[in-house]
Structure formats: structure tokens, C-alpha cells
């Protein structure tokens, strides 16, 4: 009997289980249900997605960014251009939602998110002075700028 370890980036899992070695099966594709198909007005929105996305990207200035928010800028992209809704922060390895995944929700749900397209206008006014944009996306405002913030 073999024992199998599965590790994810939360916590170490095992399964007892009686594994053969080299003992593999062929997936019979008829019993695989297919990807759903998107639907006429799914389409629309990602096609209005995409004008919105690239116009986005027109307006980012990539000089004023840290090296650290141009890596989340450039992981960010990447997702986005794969069609995933949510991309690992560099930094902290936290899953983070895209603009895409925002655009096709329709609304600010008031977390402060990194990359929400509704311009915080569901967030706490209180939260929202902790925040600012950096033209591709929110940050955290620096405890300088948070102090001057207050003093308005």
C-alpha cells in the first residue's frame, strides 16, 4: 500500500488510499461534458470588456509605477488576456480579482479592490482615503500621503 501526499499552497493533505504504480486510465471524452458556451449576450459584454480594457491600458503610465506594480500590472494583464477572473499577488501569494472579473460583476461591491473599474463608489468614504490610484490600478496610500489626507 502506498500512501499519496498532496500539498497546496494552504496546508499538506494526505490521502491513504491503495495506489498501483504506472496504472493509468483513458478518459472516455463522450462522458466529459463540454465547456459551456458563452451566450449572445455573454459575448456582448466581453466584446464591450475588451474596447473598455484597451482603452484602460491607453491611459496607464507606466513611468509613474513602482517595479513592484509593474510586475502586478504586467501578472495582472496576462490574466486577463487568458480570460482568468483572478490572478496570485506576487508579493503575498493572495488570489486577487481582475478588472475583468469586476467589469462582468456590473457594480462595486465596497471592498477597495485593487482593480475595481467602478471607481470605489460603493467603499466606506472612511476606507476610501486609504486608497489611491496609480493609473493602472489602487494602492494603499503611504503613511505620508494618509497624513496629509486627514489633515484635508
Known amino acids: 500500500m502506498y500512501h499519496l501526499l498532496f500539498k497546496n499552497r494552504f496546508s499538506l493533505f494526505y490521502f491513504y488510499a491503495p ?4 496504472e493509468c486510465s ?3 471524452k463522450s462522458k466529459v461534458s463540454p465547456k459551456k458556451q458563452l451566450t449572445s ?3 456582448a459584454l466581453r466584446k464591450r470588456y475588451w ?3 484597451t482603452e484602460w491600458n491607453r491611459k496607464v ?5 513602482s517595479e513592484e506594480e509593474k510586475l502586478i500590472n504586467r501578472i495582472h494583464n496576462e490574466a486577463v488576456i487568458n480570460g482568468h ?3 496570485d499577488d506576487p508579493a ?3 488570489r486577487v480579482m481582475t478588472r475583468l472579473r469586476h467589469f462582468l460583476k456590473g457594480t462595486c461591491c465596497g471592498n477597495a479592490c485593487r482593480h475595481c473599474v467602478y471607481n470605489h463608489e460603493a467603499v466606506p468614504k472612511s476606507m476610501q482615503k486609504t486608497m489611491r490610484f496609480n493609473s493602472a490600478f489602487w494602492v494603499p496610500v503611504q503613511s505620508e500621503e494618509a497624513d496629509s489626507n486627514e489633515e484635508d
Open 19 to 22: 495506489i498501483r504504480l504506472f
Open 26 to 28: 483513458v478518459v472516455d
Open 41 to 43: 449576450e455573454q459575448k
Open 51 to 53: 474596447e473598455f480594457e
Open 61 to 65: 503610465d507606466l513611468g509613474s509605477l
Open 85 to 87: 477572473f483572478t490572478y
Open 92 to 94: 503575498t501569494g493572495n
